[in-house]
Structures are given as structure tokens and as C-alpha cells.
């Protein structure tokens, strides 16, 4: 059961986005298809902001009432909903005032999945007051190598997502 002093919090991306990464107990709604966020970032990219913008209006023009129903039946009027996308702009906006036109509390998350993310990091290594080293490479450099010659002669916390 969804405690009700908690917001319900919506991530409107698309769901390619949600399951690389999402805020814990967030719900996906996506305003677009992956072929649909494909299609909208490759016009910005080639004709510019106005044209992407008319096509993702046009997009969910086409859609908003299907957005609507898709929120679970938990949610009711004078609920409040923390709504997110990428970077807490245009997606998450659009999908807030739809929303707010009902009866209920919306708000966005400032800065989007991308703000919780810089935010999460910073408080938990705050807290920690311990310095995070990301070790990225391209398949057979020997990252596995460095992380364990790290954990056996150095003493470091290692997580090998690769390794055993």
C-alpha cells in the first residue's frame, strides 16, 4: 500500500530512459515512444528546437488522454505527484500542467533524473566524506585487473559490476 503522506512520483521519459536508471518507487508514464524520443532528438538535432518542439506537441496532442488514464487508479484528487524527466524541463512541464488542469498537487523535480542523480551522489559521498572513482574502458583493457590489483594491494571497497 502507497503511503499517502508521499507524493506519487511520475517519470514521464521514455522507457528506454526509466529502465537504464530511475528514482526508486517512481512509476514510468512516458510521454513518448523510444521511436517516438528517437524521432523528436534527431529533428532538434537537424532542424532545431521549434521543429522538434511542434512535433512532440503534434505527438501528444495525439495522445494526452491515454497519458491521463495511464496513472494508476491510486491516485485521486488532492493527491500530490513529484513529476520528472530528464533535465526537469520540457517533457516534465508539459506532463505537470496536463495534470494540474485536474484536481491535483503537481510539482517538478528541479533539475530532473539528472539533478537527483548529482544530488544523491553528493549527499551520499558527503556523508561519507570518501572520494568515488568511476574506472571505465573499452572491453580487454584490463579494468577487472586495475579494480582487483586495487582491492588485494591497496585495501580499496571495489565494485567490479563485471567481475565475480
Not at 521519459?13 to 513518448?32: D, Q, T
Not at 494526452?64 to 487508479?73: I, T
Not at 491516485?75 to 496536463?98: H, I, N, Q, T
Not at 548529482?118 to 579494480?147: H, N, P
Request: proline content about 5%; charged content about 25%; overall charge neutral.
Amino acid at each position: 500500500p502507497r503511503d499517502p503522506s508521499l507524493p506519487v512520483i511520475v517519470d514521464v521519459r521514455s522507457p528506454c530512459e526509466y529502465a537504464k536508471g530511475h528514482i526508486p518507487g517512481a512509476m514510468n508514464v512516458p510521454l513518448f515512444t523510444d521511436e517516438e524520443r528517437a524521432i523528436i532528438g534527431t529533428l532538434y538535432k537537424h532542424e532545431g528546437h521549434d521543429v522538434a518542439v511542434k512535433r512532440g506537441c503534434a505527438m501528444i496532442e495525439a495522445s494526452w488522454r491515454s497519458l491521463v488514464d495511464s496513472l494508476p487508479s491510486f491516485v485521486s484528487p488532492g493527491d500530490e505527484l513529484l513529476v520528472y524527466c530528464k533535465r526537469g524541463g520540457m517533457r516534465s512541464g508539459g506532463f505537470a500542467w496536463l495534470l494540474s488542469q485536474a484536481p491535483i498537487n503537481v510539482r517538478m523535480l528541479e533539475g530532473g533524473y539528472q539533478g537527483f542523480r548529482r544530488w544523491a551522489r553528493e549527499e551520499v559521498f558527503q556523508t561519507l566524506q570518501r572520494e568515488l572513482v568511476i574506472l571505465g574502458g573499452r572491453t580487454g583493457s584490463g579494468k577487472t585487473d586495475v579494480l582487483l590489483k586495487l582491492r588485494n594491494d591497496c585495501g580499496a571497497q571495489v565494485l567490479d559490476l563485471e567481475g565475480d
